[in-house]
């Protein structure tokens, strides 16, 4: 399984949203990496480019009246100008001169006695100068001074515009990625309810709810913000590599040692995280199921005292996710911040290495702007990687996220048939059949027995006889090892599953009601089923009697399970709901265990009726309620011990007979 390549099919789902934002990134981060060489501009060719060459020349545009005489800078001439004496302004230190001469070596520069010396290692140059007030300093950088403006200008609308995009990218990678986990978690939904009931048997319900909640929200970081640091960070990086190699291909290539030293970090960084994420998630699952039980039992624990124990069973697992959880937090410290300061400080040592060997000036190796651009663009280069370098840690957890994500979808399901086929007359028989739940144990051994159309079939036997297993196989809950069930002769796994257990209905012998009302718990919101239908269902159940002094009658809400209703409203509401879909099998999973007596007559009276055309299933432990079934089989360990009518049965004086004499005794006493 290919947990990158699953993750990478569900983005592509969305992948013009997710181009989209790419792209409006690449464009906010291309703004945003002009600003080093509009620095470089402005120092370069405005702030420094006072000491550039003036020509004297007439009185225009861009010139500076010094001394009754007009100058220009030579780079500012246009076509048909007159260009005259050449002179030069000289810096030193915190002053500048005006010299007519012109400065061709670049060293240490002195001024004394009108006199400015430049010391270039073994050469010297002189020349006479003159020092600029305030004000002539001032005048000779005027005609910059509007260019230097709009260059800010320029550079505050870029920020704009790269805010703007920025705004765009992150609304739109934002939306990819939850379109793309609503689906993730549609498709989980939508498959474990295709997953056969043999999954769920090891299997608590706390893992499964975590990884659709907990598991997804992980994938969900790594759309969002893993992703999105990535794709920022690879452009950033790509970008400011662009414009080093335009500054200085030396350094540029230098600092092209940090990808691969990167990329091996990353790999040492994964492989010690991988185990401790898995851990880390399946600690989070197991939390979850614990606390699961715990509601779904909190009755129980609270009757038997046994509070103490289940925190304490708690505390443990919490505390080892503890450890696990500051395991990878040491992990992460030592390969975060501190991988990010030993390359930040390799780059800066090469970086003062390349350029200690040379001056900084007219004629030296770089210039002021090109200097200031350089430490700008490093310093920046160092962002994106502290941004990648601290989502390891998400990445790793929603790589894991996605393992156990793309585990549970690619865990076999029963195939969805849209296929239909008529109701079926109701005619089952079981042959040999042969099934366990374990391969190692056979629960059930050479089933056989038929059960005809309006029949109705009693199976009884101690607890563990094997009566549900046969109900379970007859839906194709789960298949028999040998021999074959059939339904109206046709073998139950040459029919989908979805047709097949279309003409069935079950009343289990601990009912589930959803939340909702009890109108939408008997039709279960099925179009076909009006309103009068599910009020008839529950009159032929005598449920009208039992329920009518609720306040809202069918639109009665009904919370998680049922809480707030008895268990024989429950019961009624349960067996209303089967009856509701006039099933041709109706099966009735030891369905009066919970119903008082006076409830249990109004079912029996309604089964009269209920039971013409229909081949029912009784398992029951009451044996008075199956008195009247046109067959009883008794199981014991397995087998078909017994078979027949309850006179029959009780003729022959065996495993059925001592089984109603015991239980008339004891309703005697």
Request: aromatic share 10%; charged share 25%.
């Amino acid at each position: 399984m290919n947990r990158g390549k699953e993750l990478f099919r569900y983005a592509l789902g969305y992948k013009k949203i997710i181009i989209l934002a790419m792209m409006m990134l690449a464009l906010s981060v291309g703004a945003e990496l002009t600003g080093p060489f509009i620095a470089k501009t402005l120092i370069d060719k405005h702030v420094l480019g006072i000491e550039s060459k003036w020509l004297e020349t007439d009185k225009g545009k861009d010139t500076v009246l010094y001394k009754g005489r007009y100058y220009k800078r030579a780079d500012y001439f246009t076509k048909g100008e007159r260009k005259g004496k050449p002179v030069q302004i000289v810096q030193v230190g915190k002053e500048f001169y005006f010299s007519n001469q012109l400065l061709h070596l670049d060293g240490k520069r002195s001024y004394k006695n009108g006199i400015v010396t430049v010391q270039e290692g073994k050469k010297k140059e002189e020349l006479q100068a003159e020092r600029l007030s305030l004000q002539q300093i001032l005048a000779f950088y005027h005609p910059d001074i509007p260019r230097m403006v709009g260059l800010l200008t320029f550079y505050l609308g870029l920020l704009l515009f790269a805010s703007g995009f920025q705004y765009g990218q992150h609304y739109f990678l934002q939306k990819a990625a939850n379109r793309i986990i609503q689906k993730m978690r549609m498709d989980i939904f939508k498959h474990i309810q295709r997953l056969p009931i043999r999954y769920f048997d090891n299997l608590p319900a706390g893992k499964v709810v975590s990884r659709i909640t907990n598991d997804t929200e992980a994938i969900r970081d790594l759309y969002v913000t893993v992703l999105s640091t990535f794709f920022t960070s690879a452009i950033y990086i790509g970008g400011i590599f662009i414009a080093l190699f335009i500054l200085n291909v030396k350094l540029a290539a230098i600092c092209l040692i940090l990808l691969p030293i990167l990329y091996v970090w990353m790999l040492i960084y994964r492989k010690y995280a991988a185990s401790y994420n898995h851990t880390i998630r399946s600690k989070i699952s197991e939390i979850n199921a614990t606390i699961n039980e715990s509601i779904q039992g909190m009755n129980i624990i609270q009757a038997f005292r046994r509070e103490e124990q289940m925190q304490s069973e708690f505390e443990e697992s919490n505390q080892s996710l503890f450890r696990y959880q500051n395991k990878l937090l040491n992990l992460n410290a030592l390969t975060s911040h501190n991988l990010v300061g030993v390359l930040r400080n390799i780059t800066f040592v090469a970086f003062i290495w390349y350029f200690g060997s040379g001056s900084i000036g007219i004629g030296s190796i770089v210039s002021l702007g090109v200097l200031y651009a350089c430490v700008d663009y490093i310093n920046r280069l160092f962002q994106p990687v502290t941004g990648i370098v601290n989502q390891f840690a998400n990445l790793e957890q929603a790589l894991v996220a996605g393992e156990r994500v793309m585990k549970l979808l690619q865990e076999e399901g029963t195939l969805v048939e849209d296929a239909r086929i008529p109701r079926y007359q109701g005619n089952v028989e079981f042959k040999q059949v042969y099934f366990g739940y374990s391969d190692d144990h056979d629960v059930l051994k050479d089933i056989t027995f038929q059960a005809k159309r309006g029949e109705t079939v009693a199976l009884v036997g101690h607890t563990g006889s094997g009566k549900s297993s046969i109900m379970n196989l007859l839906f194709r809950f789960y298949d028999s090892k040998k021999g074959g069930i059939t339904i109206d002769g046709r073998d139950i796994k040459d029919i989908p599953v979805q047709s097949l257990r279309e003409h069935m209905a079950i009343v289990l012998q601990d009912p589930y009601l959803f939340t909702g009302t009890i109108e939408t718990n008997v039709t279960l919101e099925d179009p076909g089923i009006t309103r009068e239908i599910a009020e008839k269902a529950l009159r032929d159940v005598g449920a009208d009697s039992v329920l009518r002094n609720l306040e809202k009658g069918l639109d009665e809400p009904v919370i998680e399970k049922g809480s707030t209703l008895s268990s024989g409203q429950r019961q009624l509401i349960s067996f209303a709901r089967a009856l509701a879909f006039d099933p041709a099998i109706l099966i009735l999973d030891e369905a009066t265990s919970h119903i008082d007596t006076e409830t249990e007559a109004i079912i029996q009276n309604a089964m009269d009726v209920l039971k013409k055309g229909r081949t029912t299933f009784i398992i029951a432990h009451r044996l008075s309620t199956i008195r009247n079934a046109d067959q009883i089989i008794v199981l014991d360990k397995g087998r078909i011990v017994e078979k027949g009518t309850h006179e029959d049965l009780m003729a022959m004086q065996g495993k059925y007979y001592q089984m109603y004499q015991l239980q008339q005794v004891k309703r005697a006493v």
